[in-house]
Every structure is written in C-alpha cells, then in structure tokens.
C-alpha cells in the first residue's frame, strides 16, 4: 500500500478505492528518454525507471492501427503520439479513456500556447516550467 492510499484511509475512513485518479504522467521521445514524470502515487526510484522501460516499450512496438489504450498491471494506460514524442497517462481501469485522451490534447494545446508552437528542446530546456503546467488534478 502506497503512502497515499495510507493517508485516504485515514482521512476518508477507508474508502479509498472508489476515487478515480492518474497515476503519473510521461512524455517520452522515440528513443526512450524521458522528458517529463510527473508522479502521483509514490513509486521508488527502481519501480520508476522500471516502468518508465516497460511503458515505452510496450507503446513503440504497438501497431498504429491498434488503439492508443493499453492493459498494464491493474492499471490503463492511455497514450498518444505528437511528432516526436509520446504523452502518457497511467490510469485506473474504471476511468474514462476518451476524457484521457481529451486531458492529453489539452495539455498539449496548453504547451503549445504556452512555448508557441512547442517542441521537444522546449520541454528539455524549461522542463520546470512543463512540470509547473501539468499539475493536473481531477
């Protein structure tokens, strides 16, 4: 059990379950590296890069023609490809896919309002202020 499914048992007397929420974010390029996680469960520094591999693994091999939801664990991740890189939610399985993937868009439209016409180097380079624009809470 996580540390914050800890704090909403005490805080909610144990419901914590039904709530709906993202796990973590990622923005990927083609290659792998990792230019954004944004984490909202705790996970130690081993199960992070082990995920980070696996995700990016499992979304490069996927066939295009395929949809951009994917089992993974207990979880969905929801994904989907701009240029060069990929934007990925990690999901519970009860959530809404197309709402995901609309939190997805409007992530981007913001990065690309925000850096006026957004590119990889901007994420690289101003990786605080992409981290500050995806606090995203639902």
């Excluded at 705790?42 to 995920?51: P, V």
């Excluded at 890189?85 to 439209?109: G, M, Y």
């Amino acid at each position: 059990m996580c540390i914050r499914d800890r704090y909403q048992r005490r805080v909610h007397g144990g419901n914590f379950c039904s709530q709906k929420m993202i796990r973590f974010i990622l923005l990927q390029n083609r290659q792998g590296k990792t230019r954004l996680a944004k984490w909202y469960v705790y996970y130690d520094d081993a199960e992070k890069l082990k995920l980070q591999t696996e995700i990016h693994r499992m979304i490069v091999t996927r066939d295009s023609k395929h949809t951009n939801i994917l089992e993974f664990r207990n979880y969905k991740i929801v994904y989907r490809r701009y240029a060069g890189l990929f934007f990925a939610l990690c999901v519970d399985l009860t959530d809404n896919e197309l709402t995901c993937l609309e939190i997805i868009h409007l992530f981007v439209e913001v990065l690309d309002q925000y850096f006026n016409n957004v590119c990889e180097l901007d994420i690289v380079f101003n990786f605080h202020k992409v981290y500050g624009l995806s606090l995203i809470h639902i």
